[in-house]
């Protein structure tokens, strides 16, 4: 199994803050990556698809890059509605596997 | 709009069963393969399961071959799961999730149904 890996698992950080999550696979996964956000008590939902697509709707804020082991997920300037959960999720393979989460706090 | 709502969730006991459901509106349900994705209570996401539009190609996680089932019904625009032979570890929020076209991006998510797998 591909196993993903997100770091921080916790961030606190201000309103306006750049921040950037980093996955890393145990294995090449080209670019099938993609970042969910979960805010508490909600389903998850799609922000970025195929490591750096925005997915409709998705404020510009948001960014992602990366290729084959190493993926970044870059908020450029928190807003209050930021703060939650983030999800990397592989679809490179079977079984699919999702990273542990970064959640994020305000400061 | 599309919609995914859930339903079938509840308390049952460990070895017990329950057939999770889904219903699906907004889109056209037969173009899309489906999957489940579970949430133990304050944990992460686990992938569990996913069917192709036509329901003739299954995929599950390892941990529920054997004891769960991924089901549809095109003409209902539903999707289902059986869950057996349950175990507290089952427990969890279970969503389903649009594919989009081609791909394993889960584009749209219901809001979830809980089972808890509790003597």
């Known amino acids: 199994d591909i196993q993903l890996t997100q770091s921080p698992s916790f961030l606190s950080a201000y309103v306006g803050d750049r921040v950037t999550i980093t996955c890393r696979a145990s294995q090449g996964i080209r670019n099938h990556l993609t970042w969910y956000q979960q805010k508490p008590g909600k389903a998850p939902k799609l922000l970025i698809y195929s490591a750096s697509t925005l997915q409709s709707g998705v404020p510009a804020r948001f960014s992602g890059s990366g290729s084959g082991t190493e993926f970044t997920l870059t908020i450029s300037s928190l807003q209050p509605e930021d703060f939650a959960t983030y999800y990397c999720?592989?679809?490179?393979?079977?079984?699919?596997?999702f990273g542990q989460g970064t959640r994020l706090e305000i400061k | 709009e599309v919609q995914l709502v859930e339903s079938g969730g509840g308390l049952v006991q460990p070895g017990g069963s329950l057939r999770l459901s889904c219903s699906a509106s907004?889109?056209?349900?037969?173009?899309?393969?489906m999957t489940w994705v579970r949430q133990a209570p304050g944990k992460g996401l686990e992938w569990v399961a996913s069917i192709k539009e036509d329901g003739s190609v299954k995929h599950s996680m390892d941990g529920v071959k054997g004891r769960f089932t991924i089901s549809r019904d095109n003409a209902k625009s539903s999707l289902y799961l059986q869950v057996n032979s349950l175990r507290a570890e089952d427990t969890a929020f279970y969503y389903c999730?649009?594919?989009?076209?081609?791909?394993?991006?889960?584009?749209?998510w219901g809001q979830g149904t809980l089972v808890t797998v509790s003597s």
């Open positions: 999720q592989q679809r490179n393979d079977y079984p699919i596997t």
């Open positions: 999730a649009r594919l989009a076209d081609g791909t394993s991006i889960f584009d749209y």
């Open positions: 907004g889109f056209t349900f037969s173009n899309h393969w």
